[in-house]
């Protein structure tokens, strides 16, 4: 089992930045494959950003490329997700979540397929 927690949310304005971390709890798997997902008000969870266990790949939504960076601290157990220039369209809750059937390098936006999951944390983006 792993738990995951996400902290760093909160309430800003269109144009400025914000920092989430997702700290998971010690764990045994090898290789665990981390990603941000949201919810925004009446939607669907979108995939936001993944990484890889060896922090080598990374993959986008289209809507937040070139806006938002997903890294890891694997010392910490933390993966972070930059958000920068915010519009009120990213206004959601942003889930972590980890999947550890993956390779050191394999990385998905396949939601179904995460296997652990954090609590969320709120995002509002005033406009």
């Known amino acids: 089992q792993m738990q995951v927690v996400e902290s760093g949310g909160g309430l800003v304005q269109a144009g400025d930045s914000l920092r989430l971390s997702c700290t998971a709890s010690?764990?045994?798997?090898?290789?665990?494959?981390m990603a941000w997902f949201r919810q925004g008000p009446g939607k669907e969870r979108e995939f936001v950003a993944a990484?890889?266990?060896?922090?080598?790949?990374?993959e986008y939504a289209r809507s937040v490329k070139g806006r938002f960076t997903i890294s890891r601290d694997s010392a910490k157990h933390t993966v972070y997700l930059q958000m920068n220039s915010l519009k009120s369209e990213d206004t959601a809750i942003y889930y972590c979540?980890?999947?550890?059937?993956?390779?050191?390098?394999?990385?998905?936006?396949?939601?179904?397929?995460?296997?652990?999951w954090g609590q969320g944390t709120q995002v509002t983006v005033s406009s």
């Open positions: 979540a980890a999947d550890i059937d993956v390779t050191a390098t394999l990385i998905h936006a396949e939601r179904d397929l995460y296997d652990f």
């Open positions: 010690r764990h045994t798997y090898r290789h665990v494959a």
């Open positions: 990484i890889s266990w060896s922090g080598d790949n990374t």
